[in-house]
C-alpha cells in the first residue's frame, strides 16, 4: 500500500499526460515588425480540413509525445509557415488557457523575421497579418445566452440544481471585424495579447 503513491509519481514524471489523458496543444502568436508596425499574423484554416475549415487561428497544434511545448510550437511553426527556426526569434511562454476543446493550450508569442508570407497549403488557405493598432479599432463584444437543456428529475437531487438548470448562461464574447473575421478563442487569445501589450512601455503603438 506504501508503495502506490512513488508508482504514481514515477508514472507522471514518465508520462505527464497520464492523469489528463491530453499532451495538451501549443499555439505562437506571431510578430511581424513591417512599415513602421508591429503586427500580429493569423492563418486561415484550409477548407478541407475536418474541424473547422475557414476559421482564422493562430499557428499550432497538438504536442507529439516526448517534446516541451516549446519544441512543439518551433516545430509547429517550422511546419506551417514554412520557416526555418532562426526566423523565430524572442521566443517566449506567455502561459496556459483551457482550449475549445477541453484540452490544455500553451501560449507563446515570438518575433518572425525575414518572413515572406509562406505557408503549407494543406494547412491553410492563405495567412494574413494585421496591425496591434487597427486590431483594437476591429475589437467587437457580443453577449451570447444560452439555456441548458438537461433532465430535471436528476437535478432535483443536486443542492440548487434546479435554479442552475433554469438560470439562462450569459457569455461575452469578442470578434474583430478583419476579413475573415476572429472569433472564438484566437479572438480570446488576441484580446488577452493586446491587453498585455497596452501595459508595456510603448505598447500603446
Known sequence: MGSRPEEMKKKILQDPSAFTKDRGA???????????????????????????????????????????????????CMEELCIREEQLEDLVC????????????????????????????????????????????????????????????FFRSVPGGLQWLQRPAERRMIFYGTEPVIWGFTAGVTERFLSLWAELPGGDV
Do not use: M, N
Not at 501549443?26 to 475557414?54: F, H, M
Not at 497549403?121 to 467587437?140: I, Y
Open 26 to 76: 501549443v499555439i505562437l502568436i506571431p510578430l511581424l515588425y513591417e512599415e513602421d508596425e508591429w503586427k500580429l499574423l493569423y492563418e486561415v484554416r484550409a477548407s478541407g480540413l475536418r474541424t473547422q475549415p475557414g476559421e482564422v487561428c493562430f499557428p499550432g497544434g497538438r504536442i507529439e509525445p516526448g517534446e516541451s511545448t516549446r519544441e512543439a510550437v518551433v516545430r509547429e
Open 94 to 153: 506567455l502561459g496556459s488557457l483551457p482550449g475549445p476543446r477541453g484540452h490544455v493550450v500553451t501560449v507563446y508569442t515570438g518575433v518572425l523575421k525575414d518572413y515572406r508570407y509562406t505557408f503549407a497549403k494543406e494547412e491553410s488557405d492563405a495567412v494574413f497579418s494585421c496591425g496591434v493598432e487597427d486590431l483594437q479599432k476591429l475589437a467587437a463584444v457580443q453577449t451570447v445566452r444560452e439555456a441548458y437543456t438537461a433532465d430535471e428529475e
